[in-house]
């Protein structure tokens, strides 16, 4: 999440290995600089639009929520931590590796499903 908007190091990530990825960057971004640093952001950002809505009616998840939506935004965790009123270790040590597990989860999921 902390390199989203960064082509050239999504392009060195491994999962960009991954043969959905590679298929989607085939199919929708072949014309493009990093197509499969482009295909990695497009899932990566989709399973955080996912939790997001699919934890809508958690009130207990709020923070993880905003947190998702922050940093998906590019704010860094300290960013993040000012803007939640929580100190950045808490953001860092909990609600990031909160995060980090979901995204992963949804992510591991949609690479998987047929309908990505």
Same mark, same amino acid.
């Given at each position: 999440m902390r390199h989203i908007d960064d082509r050239i190091e999504l392009n060195r990530n491994p999962l960009v290995r991954l043969p959905a990825i590679q298929d989607r960057a085939q199919s929708r971004y072949a014309n493009c600089v990093h197509p499969r640093a482009i295909a990695l952001r497009d899932v990566v950002l989709r399973a955080v639009d996912e939790i997001i809505a699919d934890l809508q009616d958690e009130p207990s998840l709020r923070r993880l929520r905003e947190l998702l939506h922050l940093y998906a935004s590019g704010s860094s965790v300290k960013d993040a931590s000012a803007q939640l009123g929580l100190s950045r270790?808490?953001?860092?040590? #909990?609600?990031?590796?909160?995060?980090?597990q979901v995204v992963a989860?949804?992510?591991?999921?949609? #690479?998987?499903?047929?309908s990505m």
């Open positions: 270790e808490h953001c860092s040590r #909990v609600l990031k590796k909160q995060a980090t989860e949804k992510f591991s999921y949609l #690479v998987r499903s047929k």
